[in-house]
């Protein structure tokens, strides 16, 4: 996507979050910033699904989307089979006890008056919970699990801690109320990168522990390769390219993904910054794409049909999908492709041609 | 010609030696709580025409460190000792007059972020012309057909309209383009670049980091690359220097650096980062805790409560600087890594199940967490 479709979509039956076609657009005095434009994912039990995309791109509005915070312009969210925009509010309320988020600066994202015990315990208390001690009991055993004494930290406030800390009281707090679901929006970004080890180690043993499904977002291609078990590469709104880490990362097939591979500083004298296949130019204003496929003007293969027809998700592999007139492998998409039905995924992800 | 005739007496440009050098640098903050030792002996010297990558985490004085050799740093707590000499003149103690004819013509740096580095109520033409009047001399008319060049040779497309445009008008790629601009205008020797690009998307990061050492190799201009991103210097540095509260504790040609390093920190740094070529959900190797509090750094090695090799002798002996095999190789470690010395000092630790030994080598976020847990209390392993 730099197009739209949804032939990426599974129809198994431990999909816990399904997201339709969603579209997030907000309205300024400058017109209407196409955040979020037709974009669709799922996540089965137990995966964790990384988003990654330049700043711009949409994955956080897509991950606050999912949250309803604010809730999408439209296309659907379907989360443990209950379609999120039917739900009332209290409904919803209940819904996001199952349902956490993490936000990227620990820091802020703590009420720096409150101990950390009250932070950690106030899910508990607001859904009354157990009795008194049956919480405290809870609260000590989650800071436990995240790598701090509970006994040296639980009277403690946040500015006591170091950001990697706060992250593991973010990461607790999120933890308290035995989520399904855990949306983690730049979780490491703001860490430096002996910390970041720390707490990418500590998610995915969470994970284990627990028995989560995370929703990845992340800039850092490597850090998306790392914790990820399927990877979506997002560009202006749109998805480009899914599939799992390790076929994007061989062999990405979308452009821009490849683009994006060959920008990264690779930590290896070796191995000389890449002269060619980068990319030229910034990132188009959302308020005003461009026609067709997004990545256009700024892609090497670009055609003539890239501005005048939007490309659609198919696969080309075994799980691996992209969307791209013109791919780097997989072949060039069919004409007049057969118009997708919203909200309607295909059963067999693979009758694409 | 008053100001130009000065400045050359003071520079006195000498053809001879390193353009910098910097001997037992210190850099202190006088603070309500005691003295932060910011930078705390740091010596290091740049040729002409190199590269020196100054890499370490927050709070490593990596920043302070070029900020403070530039002469930025003049609030009236900043205590700043030992000795720079950029082409034989003496700047620690240099007056502000001094050191203002040196910004610009001898010295400049590209701050991280193009955006509160640019005036933004100043059209960018006078922004870049502001230095090529003030230093050069030049006439209103030739210091703007400069400033056009200039932004040509940093890849601005459509220069003569983004002289009459205003930062917010720009992207933050064609920000730092800017910033590079204005501080390549007077043709300095040295250049600091502290971040460049951390504030930018990975793809424009690529854009940035080629234009700097294109624009370092065709001027022949000596170039500090301050970052966090060991990825950022790999390729690009001739030596590396690695810094830990407030130090350099290894420095190195850059290939050294990397297949032959010698520090545990440098070590423990290049194996907790991700790597696009190992399979997804590798382990990472990590290093428990978080750097030492600089009102009251350690009295032995600064990384010895977060080190996997640590013995009793480094928490009370400070390592010095020493060399390596290989020529310009220095670190500080009296158990290095790749020696008898230090495996067998790694393996007494693990033997002991100490935390920091066991997350380093098991990546265990738990034993980290604890880790931290006992450097904040500052109580000996």
Same mark, same amino acid.
């Given at each position: ?58 994955? $956080? ?54 101990? +950390? ?22 609260? $000590? ?51 430096? +990168? $002996? +910390? ?55 062999? @990405? ?15 290896? @004298? ?13 990132? @188009? $204003? ?47 998409? @069919? ?19 | ?62 920043? &302070? ?44 740096? &590209? ?17 870049? /012309? ?28 459509? %220069? ?103 520090? %545990? ?8 980062? %991700? ?50 095999? /290989? ?8 158990? %290095? ?45």
């Amino acid at each position: 996507m730099a197009g739209t479709g949804t032939a990426h979509l599974r129809a198994t039956d431990d999909v816990v979050l399904r997201v339709e076609d969603l579209t997030v657009e907000f309205h300024t005095a400058a017109g209407t910033v196409h955040a979020v434009s037709g974009i669709s994912l799922d996540v089965r039990a137990g995966e964790t699904l990384g988003l990654v995309g330049e700043s711009g791109c949409g994955k $956080s509005t897509t991950g606050r989307a999912i949250m309803q915070l604010p809730p999408p312009t439209s296309g659907r969210v379907v989360f443990e089979g209950a379609d999120l925009a039917s739900l009332s509010g209290q409904q919803l309320r209940e819904v996001r006890t199952r349902l956490q988020f993490i936000f990227q600066d620990p820091i802020s994202s703590l009420n720096p008056r409150r101990k +950390v015990k009250d932070i950690v315990a106030e899910p508990l208390r607001i859904w009354k919970r157990g009795t008194e001690a049956e919480r405290k009991e809870r609260v $000590s055993e989650v800071l436990d699990a995240v790598g701090l004494d509970p006994q040296a930290a639980a009277d403690k406030r946040p500015h006591q801690f170091s950001g990697g800390q706060c992250q593991r009281i973010s990461i607790a707090r999120s933890l308290v109320l035995d989520p399904t679901l855990v949306i983690c929006d730049e979780p490491v970004s703001a860490l430096d +990168v $002996s +910390v970041q080890a720390q707490i990418l180690n500590l998610l995915e043993d969470m994970k284990a522990r627990y028995g989560l499904t995370l929703v990845f977002i992340a800039h850092d291609l490597a850090v998306v390769k790392n914790i990820s078990d399927r990877v979506a590469v997002m560009y202006l709104g749109k998805i480009c390219e899914v599939g799992s880490p390790d076929d994007i990362y061989a062999t @990405p097939a979308h452009p821009y993904t490849q683009a994006l591979l060959r920008s990264i500083p690779v930590p290896d @004298p070796e191995v000389a910054p890449a002269r060619t296949g980068l990319l030229i130019g910034d990132l @188009p $204003s959302p308020l005003d794409p461009p026609s067709g496929c997004r990545f256009r003007t700024r892609c090497p293969n670009a055609q003539e049909r890239c501005a005048l027809e939007e490309p659609r998700v198919r696969a080309i592999g075994d799980g691996h999908f992209v969307a791209c007139h013109f791919p780097v492998h997989g072949g060039t998409e @069919p004409a007049g492709d057969a118009p997708v039905s919203v909200g309607a995924p295909r059963r067999n992800a693979t009758d694409e041609p | 010609m008053a100001r130009s005739t000065n400045r050359r007496v003071i520079a006195a440009p000498t053809s001879e030696g390193p353009l910098l050098v910097v001997d037992d640098f210190r850099t202190h903050f006088a603070t309500d709580a005691g003295l932060v030792r910011a930078v705390d002996g740091v010596s290091l010297t740049l040729e002409r025409g190199k590269t020196l990558g100054i890499v370490g985490e927050s709070g490593s004085g990596k920043t &302070v460190l070029s900020r403070s050799v530039m002469g930025l740093l003049t609030a009236r707590n900043v205590v700043r000792s030992g000795s720079v000499r950029l082409n034989g003149q003496e700047l620690v103690g240099a007056s502000p007059s001094q050191l203002r004819a040196l910004w610009g013509t001898d010295m400049a740096m &590209v701050f991280q972020d193009p955006m509160t580095s640019l005036n933004p109520v100043m059209k960018i033409g006078r922004q870049i /012309t502001e230095g090529l009047r003030y230093h050069l001399e030049l006439p209103k008319d030739e210091a703007l057909a400069q400033a056009l060049q200039l932004l040509e040779s940093v890849g601005i497309p459509d %220069p003569r309209r983004r002289l009459e445009q205003y930062p917010h008008e720009l992207s933050g790629g064609m920000r730092q383009r800017v910033t590079i601009a204005i501080a390549l205008a007077c043709g300095p020797h040295l250049l600091f670049a502290d971040e460049p690009t951390t504030a930018l998307d990975v793809t424009v990061q690529a854009q940035i980091l080629d234009l700097l050492q294109q624009q370092q190799r065709e001027r022949y201009m000596a170039m500090v690359l301050v970052t966090h991103d060991l990825g950022v210097v790999a390729g690009r540095t001739d030596e590396i220097a690695v810094m830990y509260a407030g130090q350099i504790v290894e420095k190195a040609p850059t290939r050294t650096l990397f297949t032959d390093v010698r520090m %545990p920190y440098t070590e423990a740094l290049l194996k907790s980062i %991700p790597k696009l070529e190992e399979p997804s959900h590798t382990r990472l190797q990590i290093i428990g805790g978080r750097p030492p509090d600089l009102l009251r750094p350690p009295s032995g090695c600064r990384f010895a409560p977060r080190c996997p090799y640590a013995q009793a002798k480094c928490h009370t002996e400070p390592p010095p600087l020493v060399e390596a095999e /290989t020529p310009g190789h220095e670190f500080r470690c009296w158990f %290095p890594v790749g020696t008898s010395a230090g495996q067998e000092a790694l393996e007494r630790n693990l033997a002991q199940h100490l935390p920091a030994a066991e997350a380093a080598v098991t990546g265990d976020s738990h034993a980290a967490g604890l880790v931290e847990a006992v450097s904040d209390t500052g109580g000996d392993l």
